[in-house]
């Protein structure tokens, strides 16, 4: 399966921005879908995910209550809607794919297959 995520940009504290990750290929409701973020110097980290049929999700504490992952199996898409940013917020934020069609939603970077290319969120005044 390929991803491909869009919608980064710059925007000051406290603002919002919306991601989204195209998936082409393979059947989409068959994967667990994820989203990870990277900061320089910084190993990537695990901000949400959602399985296959958006039953379960799963957020990291730093961005529970301010981020909300959604998907529209239909579209074939995946969407993190992240509200109240931070600068620490800033990072490449990479959409992935599980491979796994399961009732729980997984944060590991090892369990995901597929990877998206990236899209640059910058938080700054």
């Known amino acids: 399966v390929q991803l491909q995520a869009s919608g980064g940009g710059s925007v000051q504290p406290g603002g919002s921005l919306r991601l989204s990750c195209v998936a082409s290929?393979?059947?989409?409701?068959?994967?667990?879908m994820g989203w990870f973020r990277q900061a320089p110097g910084k190993e990537r980290e695990f901000v949400a995910a959602i399985n296959w049929n958006a039953l379960a999700t799963n957020y990291a504490g730093s961005v529970k209550g301010r981020f909300i992952i959604s998907r529209d199996n239909a579209k074939s898409t995946v969407y993190l809607q992240m509200n109240s940013l931070k600068p620490e917020d800033t990072a490449v934020y990479y959409c992935?794919?599980?491979?796994?069609?399961?009732?729980?939603?997984?944060?590991?970077?090892?369990?995901?297959?597929?990877w998206g290319q990236g899209t640059q969120v910058t938080v700054s005044s």
């Open positions: 290929g393979r059947r989409f409701s068959n994967y667990g």
């Open positions: 992935a794919a599980d491979d796994q069609r399961l009732t729980l939603a997984r944060t590991q970077k090892s369990q995901y297959d597929y």
